[in-house]
């Protein structure tokens, strides 16, 4: 008889699925917030992703990069990098407008850094 890759036949690998008690939304603390906030990245402005101006958008998350002697990266990798991070973070929760929105302020982002 042929044995699994835990030693014994027929035995499930692991432990059993342990249930947690969920918080309830306001109290939940995603790991992503903390790192938008603490980030070595960059320090942007406050509320950058949240206007409505592509440009806008684009243009501070240039300055951050440029100003910025924490990053490791460029300044043209790291700002692309905070926007695709916030991007795929915010993920189902970002309305086809918002999603339009920091799209556009990726193509705004390459123009200025003459990458378009």
């Known amino acids: ?3 699994g ?3 014994a036949p027929g035995k499930a690998r692991g432990k ?7 918080k309830p939304p306001a109290q939940r603390q995603y790991w992503s917030a ?8 960059l320090d942007i402005e406050p509320s950058t992703f949240t206007w409505g101006d ?8 240039k300055r951050s990069a440029e100003l910025s002697r924490r990053r490791k990266a460029g300044p043209y990798q790291s700002a692309m ?3 695709n991070f ?3 973070r915010a993920g189902r929760g970002l309305t086809a407008e918002r999603k339009r ?3 556009q302020a990726k193509l705004e982002l390459r123009r200025l850094f003459d990458r378009a």
Not at 16 to 22: G, I, M, W, Y
Not at 34 to 41: E, H, L, T, V
Request: net charge positive; no cysteine; proline share 5%.
């Open 54 to 61: 592509p440009r806008r958008i684009a243009r501070s998350l």
């Open 86 to 88: 916030y991007i795929n």
């Open 34 to 41: 903390d790192a938008m906030r603490k980030s070595n990245a």
């Open 1 to 3: 008889m042929a044995k």
């Open 16 to 22: 059993s699925p342990v249930k947690r008690a969920s």
């Open 101 to 103: 929105i920091l799209a």
């Open 81 to 83: 990098s905070m926007l």
């Open 5 to 7: 890759k835990t030693g």
